[in-house]
């Protein structure tokens, strides 16, 4: 068996009397890949919670070097698998293994913003892992904040706003291509998100979900979500601006979306752009760059924290598995 101790970290923060994000590092000279997998079976549900008490988790040191590694990791928790081919993501992915995927096929002048994974669907997994297999050569950082804290923030500094918020919910707008465009952070076809190959059938699954939809000449498909939660209560009491409200409002941008189009709140009325432009600010000011190293996991609890991509250079290769509770 492995030995593994939590330790600090450059930059990291205290948040509501918990360190965030909480570094594990493995201190066996000897670890392999079976002993990590026997070490995290046994200690899975402490994991588990240490990422929901403290937002996030950041495993170092640990002898993981592939996508099938990776797999192995995440497996031992013994989380059920959320599968993108069942999910609505925006984002265009390719599978490594039936776990593991690509994190985002967009450029690396890209910016992803903040959003909690699938928060503008009415399905959402309840972690996300990362696996770094290879650092960008400068930026590529993945940015962490804690939405219960922000929201915190926001219920002081703007209550209208955060009460409006949760009182009204969100309602996402947006144009998805014909065929997959892996040059946009959103480039998923209708036909892949709906699992649709007519009209018809992305129609009965719209309807099915309560989404509203108008086609376009030239093959795309705008859509617009039901009524959708922006603050979300936890079991432990907590409240947390769960959505992809700074997403959609600052980085929902490619040849067919204009991020100005894609939001309001759930009765339709506009979001105003000065008080959104400070809620990003506060994001900004609490939030933690993971500085990967090949070989790094991070466990991040999707209903507590946010993540995005800094832009990078060089070749970066993040990848990523969701499970469900
Ligand atoms: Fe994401």
């Not at 599968?83 to 984002?91: F, Q």
């Not at 709906?194 to 979900?209: D, G």
Request: glycine fraction near 6%; hydrophobic fraction near 40%; charge should be negative.
């Amino acid at each position: 068996m492995i030995t593994a101790t939590e330790q600090s970290c450059d930059g990291q923060r205290t948040e509501g009397g918990s360190v965030f994000p909480l570094l594990i590092r493995c201190d066996s000279s000897d670890a392999t890949l079976a002993r990590t997998e026997a070490w995290i079976v046994q200690n899975s549900e402490e994991l588990s919670a240490k990422a929901a008490t403290h937002g996030a988790v950041l495993f170092r040191g640990f002898p993981l070097a592939t996508d099938h590694d990776f797999d192995t990791f995440v497996a031992a928790f013994g989380l059920p698998n959320f599968t993108y081919e069942d999910s609505l993501s925006n984002a265009v992915r390719r599978n490594r293994t039936a776990r593991v995927f690509t994190a985002n096929e967009a450029p690396a002048d890209v910016n992803i913003c903040l959003h909690h994974e699938m928060a503008q669907t009415p399905i959402y997994p309840s972690k996300l892992f990362f696996f770094c297999e290879k650092a960008a050569e400068q930026g590529g950082a993945t940015p962490l904040c804690r939405s219960d804290i922000l929201f915190d923030r926001m219920t002081k500094e703007m209550p209208q706003f955060a009460s409006d918020c949760a009182d009204k919910g969100l309602l996402y707008s947006h144009v998805m291509p014909a065929v997959d465009d892996a040059a946009s952070g959103m480039g998923r076809s209708w036909q892949s998100t709906w699992k649709a190959s007519t009209p018809q059938e992305a129609e009965a699954r719209m309807t099915e979900l309560g989404y509203a939809w108008e086609w376009q000449d030239d093959g795309c498909l705008k859509v617009t979500t039901p009524q959708l939660q922006a603050v979300k209560r936890l079991r432990n009491g907590g409240t947390v601006f769960f959505n992809q409200l700074i997403a959609a409002f600052h980085g929902w941008k490619d040849a067919r979306n204009d991020p100005g189009k894609s939001i309001t709140f759930g009765d339709g009325a506009p979001l105003d752009s000065r008080t959104m432009d400070r809620v990003i600010e506060m994001a900004e000011e609490i939030t933690f760059d993971v500085p990967w190293q090949a070989g790094d996991v991070a466990l991040v609890d999707n209903y507590v924290t946010m993540h995005g991509r800094r832009t990078f250079q060089g070749t970066r290769k993040v990848l990523a598995s969701l499970v469900a509770s």
